[in-house]
C-alpha cells in the first residue's frame, strides 16, 4: 500500500511517531509517498526529521498554539486571537492539502492530529481514505478521566481533538496502557509509536540530568538551578531559533538544539529526564525505565502528565523542580508492563492498517 501522511509540525512528538510508523509500513513493504507538515511561526522543524523521513515534505499554515508571558505556559486565549487573523492562510491550505492527496496516488492517508487535515476532509470528502493517529484521541474515550482542570479549556481541547478527525474513517489513540477500544466511536487503542534507536539501544545510570523544553525560556529556570547547584551535571535539548548546535552554559550545564541522535543516546544514560510532559518523550523515558519530572505547558499536556504519573512514569509539578526528581529518583520503580505493551506495536498496527 502507498500512504501520504499529514502531520501537526508543534513540538517533537508526532515528528517522531511518524518517523518509527514510517519505518515500520517500509520494512513490511509498504511505501510513503510524501508528507505534508503543518507549520506555524514559533517552531522548526528539525533536522533529524529530514534526515530519517527521507520522502518528500511539503509545508503549510496551519494554527499554532501561543505562550503566555515570559514564553512559558501556553496561553489558549492568546492562541485564539493569534490565530483568528491568520484565518486567510490556512484556508489557502485547504486546496494545497487536497491537491496534494489527488496527486499523491496514496491508497491510504494518516493524519498526525493536524486540524486542517480534518477540516479538508470534512469539506471536500476524498475517495481516498484516512485515518487519524494521536495519543490526544485517548480524550475521547468514554471512560478516560480528565484531571482537575479548566472546564471550558477542557471543552475546547476536545472540540480541537474531534475537529482533526472529522470524516476519519478510523481513529487511533495512543495509549501509555492497555485498554478496550470503543468500536462505536471508531476508536481503536494501539501501542505508543517508539522509533527503533529507542528501542535497542541499552539503558545506563549515569550521573546527570536529561531533559527537554518545549518553550524556551525556561532555560532560565534550568540556569538558575544550576547556579545554585553547581555539582549538578545537566544537557537540556531545545528547538529556540537561531540557536547553535550548543549552548554550553558552563562545563556541567549545556543545551542542545534538537538532534534525535544525541537526545536518546542523552536519555539512555540519565539518572532522571525533566520535560514539559509532551507524550513521546515520556514513554521513550519509560521505555529506558528512567524517571520523569513533568511540567505541563497546556491543558493538553496536564492530561499527559496525569495519566503517566498514575502509571508509573514519575511525577508532576507547576515548576522544574529538579530536587524532587533527584530525590524522587532512587525510589523509581517504572511500569513492568509498559515495555511489552510497546513490543505489541508492530503486529497491532500492520493488523489494524491492513484490515
Known sequence: MKFLFIIQGEGRGHLTQAIALRDMLTKN????????????????????????????????????????????????WMSILHNIPKFPLY????????????????????????????????????????VSVAHQYLFLHPEYRFPSENKIELLMLK?????????????????????ESAQKKRLTIVPPLLRNEVRQCTPENGDYLHGYLLNASYADDIIAYQQ??????????????????ETAVNDRLSFHKLNDKLF????????????????????????????VLMVPTHIEQSCNAHEAAAAGAGIASDCFDLD????????????????????????????????
Request: hydrophobic share 40%; net charge positive.
Open 29 to 76: 513493504g509498504h511505501e510513503v509517498v510524501s508528507v505534508l507538515v503543518g507549520k506555524g511561526n514559533r517552531h522548526e522543524l528539525p533536522a533529524f526529521f529530514f534526515e530519517n523521513i527521507q520522502v518528500p515534505v511539503h509545508r503549510f499554515d496551519s494554527p499554532n498554539f501561543q505562550p503566555a508571558a515570559k514564553n512559558k505556559k501556553t496561553n489558549v
Open 91 to 130: 484556508i489557502r491550505s485547504i486546496p494545497f492539502i487536497r491537491n496534494h492527496i489527488k496527486q499523491s496516488e496514496a491508497d491510504m492517508v494518516i493524519n498526525f492530529y493536524e486540524i486542517m487535515a480534518g477540516v479538508t476532509y470534512a469539506l471536500f470528502p476524498s475517495r481516498i481514505p484516512y
Open 228 to 245: 545554585l547547584h553547581p555539582e549538578t551535571r545537566m544537557h537540556f535539548f531545545w528547538d529556540k531559533k537561531e540557536a547553535p548546535e
Open 159 to 179: 472540540l480541537f481533538t474531534r475537529i482533526t478527525c472529522l470524516r476519519s474513517k478510523r481513529i487511533f489513540a495512543l495509549s501509555i496502557e492497555k485498554r
Open 324 to 355: 524532587a526528581l533527584i530525590s524522587y529518583a532512587p525510589y523509581h520503580k517504572g511500569n513492568e508492563h509498559f515495555r511489552s505493551w510497546v513490543e505489541q506495536s508492530e503486529g497491532i498496527w500492520l493488523k489494524e492498517l491492513q484490515s
Open 264 to 291: 536518546i543516546r542523552y536519555m539512555a544514560g540519565c539518572k532522571g529526564y525533566a520535560t514539559t510532559a509532551g507524550f513521546e518523550s515520556v514513554c521513550e523515558a519509560m521505555y529506558l525505565g528512567k524517571p
